[in-house]
């Protein structure tokens, strides 16, 4: 079963599951050596650099860049290693919406938590996209919220 589909800017399709595969000589591949086979892989992304990220239901958040896996967990910041969505925005930053531990985003080789402080935001967010006007749309059991990015 198929949690999550993306196709990057190279035509590959990417597909997350139990694990992370790849659609590639009309052949279904195993990605990352198989290093991620024993998590739920819930979402991906591909940022600026065509990196890849990926969002797992119980292991953190992982990028792909140049066949290395690296792992992003609470000890990097993370504030939930339950990833349910990834978003790439217009500046590059990798937005994170967790399970219970809110909006996260990654810019600039950190992981920042987006606290209450800074806004009211529902602590488990499974969808996000950005508008024209520079505004985050987060999509959560508790509604659909905007955010100004820059705030």
């Known amino acids: ?6 196709e990057d800017r190279k035509g590959t399709v990417w597909f997350g599951g139990q694990g992370l595969h790849y659609w590639q000589k009309e052949k279904i591949h195993n990605a990352a050596g198989g290093a991620l086979d024993k998590l ?17 239901e119980s292991g953190g958040l992982f990028r792909l860049r140049d066949d290395q896996l690296d ?9 939930s290693e339950e990833i349910l969505s990834l978003y790439v925005d217009s500046e590059g930053a990798v937005w994170i919406g967790t399970a219970r531990g809110g909006l996260n985003y990654y810019h600039g080789g950190t992981i920042r938590h987006v606290k209450k402080g800074q806004g009211l ?3 488990s967010i499974s969808g996000i996209t950005e508008d024209d006007l520079g505004n985050l749309w987060l999509a959560s059991y508790q509604g659909i919220f905007r955010a100004p990015r820059q705030q």
């Open 1 to 6: 079963m198929a949690h999550a589909i993306f």
């Open 40 to 56: 739920m892989v819930n979402s991906i992304a591909e940022d600026l650099e065509s990196n890849l990220w990926v969002g797992t």
């Open 71 to 79: 792992r992003f967990s609470l000890k990097d910041g993370l504030s």
């Open 121 to 123: 935001l529902p602590p």
